[in-house]
Every structure is written in C-alpha cells, then in structure tokens.
C-alpha cells in the first residue's frame, strides 16, 4: 500500500516559532509538493522539489522554505509562524513520468497563535 | 489569471441527477489532465485520468479538449456518496508540477 506520511495531523505553534512540517513518501518518487489549503482558494502550490536537493518555488513561497537532502523526505519550513500562516498543509508526491497519479499525505491543520 | 479555473460551487442536486463540471487551463503546452475527488476533512484522491480520446469509468465521464483548453467531468445518476469536492488537476509541461482548480462542492440530496 502506497504511502505519503505527514509528521503530525494537528500542530499548535505561537508566533515567531521556527516550524518544521515532515513528509516522507515510500514509492520512490521523484517529485515532491508542498500545498496549504485555505476555504474559497484551493490548493496553493508553496515548493515543488522534482530531485534530491532540487528545489522550484510555487505560487506562493514567501514566509517558506524547504530541505529536501534525501529522496523520501521533504520538508517545509516556516522560518517564522505567522497567523495567516494558519491553514492546512498537504504534501504530495508523484513519478516524473507523464500521466501518472499524485498521492497525498493526511494534511496538517496548523494554527499559529 | 488563473492557471486553472473552475465552475463555482455549490452543486446542489437531488440524487439520480447527472451532473456536469468544466475546468478551463491556460498553458496550452500542459500535458496531463486529472480529476481528483476530496472528502470534508480528507486528502484528495485521484478520481481519473482524463485522455484526449475521453474515457470513461462507470457513471463518470471525463473529456477533454485540447483546441478549447477545457477538460470536464460528467456524473450520472448521482449518488449520496457522490458528495465531496471535485479538483481539476493540470500537469504542466515542466517537471511534472500539479496545478490544482480550486475545486467545485458537489452535495446530492435524497
């Protein structure tokens, strides 16, 4: 069974906190993503990462980073929470060749206080 | 602009309806089609693949077309279950990077 884990389902971080948002994927995927989900916008797409250390910025980078040092793990970083950093995050990953599924980790519901 | 845009929801339709969704994109170079199905508080899961000839998985239908850039998504025969949001998903030409719509609400009723 096909697996995209995220660290945790639900995180409660103060403002200013350094975050750190864990996603591994056991299929041997190329491509990674990084999403935050908000009502009325859709997926936002954060970082995209299609190879180890490979990194494109998405729609919406700003106040983000991310690491990815090994090909199952990649992770999302807020350098420093901020309240419209609230939302849910969804990882996903997928091959790189054409036509082939997405699959996506539980989410994490983050609130920033 | 949107990369990619969708009918605004809500649907609320009885069950038995056929119900139809458009996505339009606008990089005309993109190359993989989808539409994902999520559930109130879940992740997205691929519902289909969508092909250039249209394809079809029992009562749902996917078509797209490339002149138009628009792919839809046909439901018949609506079901209770059916109930959930409805994700277009565009691949475009660089890198595998998924476009999302920001999805259409779809509520059956009895």
């Known amino acids: 069974d096909v697996k995209v884990t995220q660290s945790s389902r639900y995180l409660v971080k103060r403002t200013g906190e350094k975050v750190f948002l864990e996603c591994v994927q056991d299929m041997d995927h190329e491509n990674m993503f990084w999403y935050r989900q908000d009502p009325g916008l859709g997926l936002r797409l954060i970082y995209f990462?299609?190879?180890?250390?490979?990194?494109e910025k998405g729609d919406i980078p700003e106040g983000y980073s991310v690491s990815r040092e090994k090909k199952e793990r990649f992770s999302l970083i807020l350098e420093s929470a901020s309240t419209n950093q609230t939302s849910m995050y969804l990882c996903a990953s997928s091959a790189m060749i054409q036509n082939t599924e997405a699959f996506f980790g539980q989410g994490t519901r983050l609130t920033v206080v | 602009r949107k990369e990619v845009e969708q009918d605004p929801g809500p649907f609320n339709v009885p069950e038995g309806a056929t119900v139809a969704f458009n996505c339009t994109y606008s990089?005309?170079?993109?190359?993989?089609f989808f539409w994902y199905r999520q559930d109130c508080r879940k992740e997205p899961k691929l519902l289909m693949s969508?092909?250039?000839s249209g394809n079809e998985d029992g009562r749902f239908t996917a078509q797209l077309n490339r002149a138009s850039q628009y792919i839809s998504l046909l439901i018949r025969d609506s079901k209770l279950s059916d109930s959930a949001t409805y994700l277009c998903?565009?691949?475009?030409?660089?890198?595998?990077?998924?476009?999302f719509g920001q999805g259409t609400e779809l509520s059956v009723k009895p």
């Open positions: 969508v092909y250039s």
């Open positions: 998903v565009v691949i475009a030409n660089q890198g595998g990077k998924l476009i």
């Open positions: 990089n005309s170079a993109s190359q993989s």
């Open positions: 990462s299609y190879d180890v250390k490979m990194k």
